[in-house]
């Protein structure tokens, strides 16, 4: 069951986030906090007492440390939980999301958008193997050599705190769903662009871009490893572990992996 933190100084908000909450059968008992201290001392009690919550949903406008600042000392936590900003405002999202936000929601909260945020989180909790329990194969390594950059590389302009900067498509790994927003990640960092995940996919498809799960756009060209375990695929891009949606494990499979069955580029698997 995950165990949820809602952090809001209106009663009416918080009691109205902890009904939708509790409408979900993978939530458990939901702790409530009316401002930023109160819930630094409920998540000081939850470590303390080896019971870390799964996620901690803040509004952004209170008084005294406010749910930026809030998320600002929990990004200093050795493990942060992952932050969910609940607020009537949308002009607090590129912020937000700079402080590593899973999600944004904007009030009133629709409950389909929320079922997302919780699967989401269930997402994240997935326990690592036991002690002793083989972890996930690679199926190749690496599976492509970098593609070459393509001649009408797009130049994306990204707003950062005010400033704009101007990224190349081709700096790109793997683009992630955040809201009404994607987070491009780059080898030098990430940075937030307002458009949908559907639209990327469409637009970055003959540039070497696929689509792997329902968050996640990757460029084929980064794929160092696709990796089975107990039937699921998942995929190494840059470092970073991505999941593969059954839906698209067959496709990506066909993609990167030839009849002969080496990788592409004729270098055989290791294992």
């Known amino acids: 069951m995950l165990r949820i933190l809602v952090v809001d100084d ?7 986030l902890v009904y939708l909450l509790g409408l979900h059968q993978g939530v ?10 109160a819930a630094l001392l409920a998540l000081d009690r939850a470590l303390a007492h080896r019971h870390p919550v799964d996620a901690v949903f ?21 493990e942060p939980p992952p932050v969910v900003f609940v607020t009537a405002y949308d002009d607090f999202a590129v912020p937000a999301f700079e402080v590593r936000a899973l999600d944004y929601l904007l009030k009133p909260v629709r409950a389909e958008r929320l079922a997302e945020t919780v699967r989401r989180i269930a997402e994240r909790r997935t326990p690592p193997p036991a002690p002793g329990e083989p972890a996930p194969a690679p199926l190749l390594v690496p599976a492509a050599p970098p ?3 393509p001649a009408d590389d797009e130049t994306i302009p990204v707003g950062i705190s ?18 009404d927003y994607v987070r491009l990640h780059l080898a030098s960092g990430s940075c937030l662009l307002r458009a949908p995940l559907s639209s ?13 799960h329902r968050r996640y756009l990757v460029a084929t060209g980064h794929i160092e490893e696709l990796l089975a375990d107990s039937g699921r695929l998942s995929v190494r891009v840059a ?4 999941p593969v949606s059954r839906r698209s494990s067959r496709r990506l499979r066909e993609l990167m992996l030839p009849a002969s069955g ?5 270098r055989a698997a290791h294992g």
Do not use: K, N, Y
Not at 28 to 37: H, L, R
Not at 58 to 78: N, T, Y
Not at 163 to 168: D, E, G, I, S
């Open 10 to 16: 209106e009663p009416h908000a918080r009691d109205e």
């Open 28 to 37: 458990g008992p939901v702790e409530c906090a009316a401002d930023g201290p």
């Open 58 to 78: 803040l509004d952004i406008r209170m008084p005294g440390l406010d749910g930026l600042e809030v998320a600002r000392v929990l990004s200093r936590f050795a």
């Open 147 to 149: 593609a070459e950059p």
């Open 162 to 179: 005010g400033v704009t900067r101007f990224v190349q498509r081709s700096e790109v790994r793997h683009v992630e769903a955040c809201g």
């Open 200 to 212: 990327l996919e469409e637009q970055w498809q003959d540039a070497g871009f696929v689509r792997v």
């Open 239 to 242: 470092g970073t572990v991505l």
């Open 262 to 266: 080496l990788p592409r580029g004729g």
